[in-house]
Structure formats: C-alpha cells, structure tokens
C-alpha cells in the first residue's frame, strides 16, 4: 500500500523537521492471506548521511477496526489494539525492523556496524522457515544467528 512522497520534500527538504511520517489508510493491506487482521504495516524509507532514517511510511488498515454502529466510535479493544499498533509502526519508521539493522552504527567507535559493501545473502527465517533471498544481512555485531540447546534457532 502507501502513496509517495511530495516530490518538493525531495528536491527541497523539509525545513525543521528530523523525520517525517507518511500516513496512508485503506480498508484492508494486503498481507498476502485473508485472514483479514492485519492492522498496519510501516518502514522507514529515507536515511540521513549516517544511515539514521529520516523518513518512513505507516500504511494503516482500517478494516481490522470494530466500530459500534451506534455511537460511530471504535470499540474499547479495537481503539486500545489501534494504539498499541500505531506505536508498534512507529518503530518500524524509526529503524526498528530486521531491513534497518544493515544501517546500526557503533556509539562508541562512532563507525557503521556493517561495512559497505553490504553482504548480501540468502537468509532462513525462524519463524515461518521461509527463506528470503537476496538479503542484506547485519554483521555479527549487530545480529548473530544461533542455535539453543534444546536445537532452536
């Protein structure tokens, strides 16, 4: 989902401003399933002279919210679940997301994490098993892969 960013806040910036957020919503994000729940999905989608994201996008899904027909107004789970996910998306926007570690830098040494070139690898996901390909992977500094006792990775 998402729409695109003014093309003026790329050729001139955006005066005062540290990060900037793009709000889409739509009735249902395709999340490839019917499942229908999905609530909002987000990345950061620009980044700064020192990989620190500086714009990002929020695709909200305003399907999944419950509203009373009476009152017009989201029910108490739906409006509580909405804010829990919103600051959830917002996270994603300010870096936090498994895409974004390739751009974590060292505070104390004041230097990327991961060198450029990046590597880029073929990569197992714990939880589906599914293996995405081409992937920037995070150096071991940042993310080390790993294997339990009892043979979880």
């Known amino acids: 989902g998402g729409g695109h960013a003014p093309p003026e806040h790329y050729d001139e910036g955006i005066t005062d401003?540290?990060?900037?957020?793009y709000l889409t919503a739509q009735e249902?994000?395709?999340?490839?399933?019917?499942?229908?729940?999905?609530?909002?999905?987000?990345?950061?989608?620009?980044?700064?002279?020192?990989?620190?994201?500086?714009?990002?996008?929020?695709?909200?899904?305003?399907?999944?919210?419950?509203?009373?027909?009476?009152?017009?107004?989201?029910?108490?789970v739906s409006a509580r679940v909405a804010i829990e996910t919103t600051i959830h998306?917002?996270?994603h926007v300010l870096?936090?997301?498994s895409e974004d570690m390739v751009y974590y830098w060292d505070r104390a040494t004041a230097s990327r994490r991961t060198p450029y070139p990046k590597t880029i690898n073929n990569?197992?996901?714990?939880?589906?098993?599914?293996?995405?390909?081409?992937?920037?992977?995070?150096d071991e500094t940042t993310l080390r892969a790993g294997t339990t006792e009892g043979g979880v990775r």
């Open 89 to 91: 998306e917002l996270a």
């Open 123 to 138: 990569f197992q996901c714990v939880g589906d098993g599914d293996v995405r390909e081409r992937m920037e992977v995070p």
């Open 28 to 76: 249902s994000c395709d999340a490839g399933d019917s499942s229908d729940t999905t609530w909002a999905a987000a990345a950061s989608c620009d980044y700064d002279q020192y990989d620190k994201p500086v714009g990002g996008r929020i695709d909200f899904c305003y399907g999944s919210i419950k509203i009373d027909p009476d009152t017009g107004v989201p029910n108490p």
């Open 17 to 21: 401003a540290d990060l900037m957020v």
């Open 95 to 97: 870096g936090m997301a």
